[in-house]
C-alpha cells in the first residue's frame, strides 16, 4: 500500500446535490402554468402547458428570463402582463415554500465540520441566483468558500474553477474530495483536477452511464450521509 493521504476538504455540487432540484423546478413550473391558466392563458390543461413550457426551458436555457413571455407567443397571444405576472408569483412562492434541504444534508455538514474537514461549493451558474439558494436552504454558514461559475469565468467541468476553489483553501486536489450528481460536469471536471469524485444518485443524471473512464467516478452514493463512510475509508 502506498502513503494514505489525509482528505482536508469536501467540496460540493448544489442542484440535486444538496437538495432536490429536480422535483422542486418541476412543481414550480407546474404551479406556473397552472396560475397563468387560472388567469386566462387559454390552455385546456396544466400537463400540456407544462410541456410547452419544458421546450422552452431546453431551447433557450434555465437562466432566460423571458419563458413565460415566449409560452404566450407559442400559443398566439398577446403580450399579457397579468398572466406573466401570474406564472411568475406562483413560480417563486412554490421555490420559496419547498426549497429545503435534503433530511440528511445539514446533520452531514454537521458532522463533517465536527471532524474538522474544510467544506466548499463549487457551482455553475449566476452568483447572486446560487447564493439565494445557498441562503435559502439555510447552508451559508457551512462553507468556508462558494465558488461560482459567473465570477471565474470558468464552468464545471472545465478545471480552472476546481484549482481556483482547492486554491483559495489551500489544499492539494488528491487531499479533495468532490460530490456533484451529474457525469459531464461534476464527476468529469473532478477527475480531470485530480480530486476524488463522489457521484450521488440523485435527481435528473441519476441513469445517466459516464461515457469514458473520465466520467467515472471514483465512489457512488444514493444520500449525502454516505460521504461519511467513505471519508472514514480514505483517511484510514
Ligand atoms: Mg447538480
Known amino acids: 500500500m502506498g502513503k494514505q493521504t489525509k482528505i482536508k476538504a469536501v467540496f460540493f455540487d448544489i442542484d440535486d446535490t444538496l437538495f432536490d432540484s429536480t422535483t422542486l423546478a418541476k412543481m414550480a413550473r407546474m404551479n406556473a402554468v397552472k396560475a397563468m391558466i387560472e388567469s386566462g392563458l387559454p390552455l385546456a390543461n396544466v400537463t400540456q402547458g407544462y410541456n410547452l413550457l419544458m421546450k422552452i426551458v ?110 483559495k483553501l489551500n489544499v492539494e486536489p488528491y487531499e479533495a474530495v468532490y460530490v456533484g450528481d451529474n457525469l459531464e460536469t461534476d464527476i468529469l471536471g473532478a477527475n480531470k483536477a485530480g480530486m476524488i469524485s463522489i457521484r450521488i444518485l440523485k435527481g435528473k443524471h441519476k441513469e445517466g452511464k459516464p461515457a469514458g473512464k473520465m466520467m467515472k467516478p471514483r465512489y457512488s452514493i444514493k444520500k449525502l450521509s454516505d460521504l461519511l463512510s467513505i471519508l472514514k475509508k480514505l483517511d484510514r
Request: neutral net charge; glycine residues 8%.
Open 58 to 167: 431546453n431551447k433557450y436555457g434555465s437562466n432566460y428570463d423571458k419563458h413565460f413571455d415566449k409560452l404566450l407567443e407559442i400559443l398566439g397571444c398577446e403580450w399579457d402582463p397579468k398572466i406573466i405576472a401570474a406564472g411568475v408569483v406562483a413560480y417563486h412562492d412554490t421555490k420559496q415554500a419547498y426549497l429545503k434541504p435534503d433530511p440528511e444534508v445539514v446533520p452531514t455538514l454537521i458532522a463533517l465540520r465536527d471532524k474538522g474537514y474544510k467544506l466548499g461549493i463549487i457551482s455553475n451558474g449566476k452568483s447572486v441566483k446560487q447564493w439565494e439558494k445557498i441562503i435559502r436552504l439555510g447552508l451559508h454558514h457551512f462553507f468556508d468558500i462558494v465558488v461560482i461559475s459567473e465570477e471565474v469565468g470558468s464552468e464545471k467541468p472545465d478545471t480552472k474553477i476546481f484549482e481556483v476553489a482547492l486554491k
